[in-house]
């Protein structure tokens, strides 16, 4: 069964640096989600991407965050100058033309 | 930003008890997803509803959608012990695509 794929599990990161965080989402599907859960919280929804731009964001998705499709196969959130507060399981998520969104396994990131 | 108030926030039951969990709020979603999250993991589709007054069974799992599409309820027969887990709601609104997510009712079934 065709699935969401995340990496690096776990990224530990100095405050101040930059962080790209990695999917691949199921292949035929065309619309692609970041989220976000800081540990004990709900999950936050953060940028959907469509047709190589972006759809819609959050207020959390700020200047300091970016979301890129390199090539046909991944997707991809560069959040820049780290602060303590991105500590959180950021997860990759994508759906076709229904909104039923599929999730990936996450990346966990810890801000030092 | 809508806001769905899942209730119980926990609950602890025994094997082949029933029970159900219910999602609500003061918005009209097109569609509304239930989640199931272990630790550690990301949330894991169970079912999507659309229409007022949907029900859809998943196995034990019965999932109803409020007439109003305001709401809706998850009802669990002869819990397991493998249905422990955390779960939740998400609505989608008629704006865009971005889910909006409860705060999940965390489920413990005991043998």
């Known amino acids: 069964e065709p699935e969401v794929t995340q990496t690096p599990s776990h990224q530990v990161t100095q405050m101040g640096q930059e962080v790209i965080l990695r999917c691949v989402p199921i292949s035929n599907h065309l619309y692609f989600y970041w989220y976000r859960q800081i540990l004990g919280q709900k999950v936050e929804f953060l940028v959907s991407f469509y047709n190589n731009e972006i759809s819609e964001k959050s207020e959390i998705f700020d200047d300091q965050f970016s979301v890129e499709r390199p090539d046909g196969s991944n997707f991809t959130l560069k959040i820049r100058s780290t602060k303590l507060e991105d500590s959180a399981m950021y997860f990759c998520?994508?759906?076709?033309?229904?909104?039923?969104?599929?999730f990936g396994p996450g990346t966990r990131l810890t801000v030092t | 930003t809508q806001l769905l108030e899942q209730s119980p926030q926990f609950l602890s039951i025994q094997e082949g008890e029933n029970l159900t969990v219910y999602c609500n709020s003061s918005?009209?979603?097109?569609?509304l997803q239930w989640y199931r999250q272990e630790p550690g993991e990301g949330p894991v589709l169970l079912v999507t509803?659309?229409?007022?007054?949907e029900v859809k069974k998943l196995k034990r799992l019965t999932f109803q959608f409020g007439d109003a599409r305001k709401d809706s309820s998850l009802h669990i027969t002869a819990a397991q012990p493998g249905d422990t887990g955390l779960y939740l709601c998400a609505g989608v609104t008629n704006s865009g695509y971005a889910l909006n997510f409860g705060k999940g009712t965390s489920l413990l079934v005991t043998p």
């Open positions: 918005s009209v979603f097109s569609s």
């Open positions: 998520a994508s759906s076709g033309q229904t909104s039923e969104q599929y």
């Open positions: 509803v659309v229409t007022g007054g």
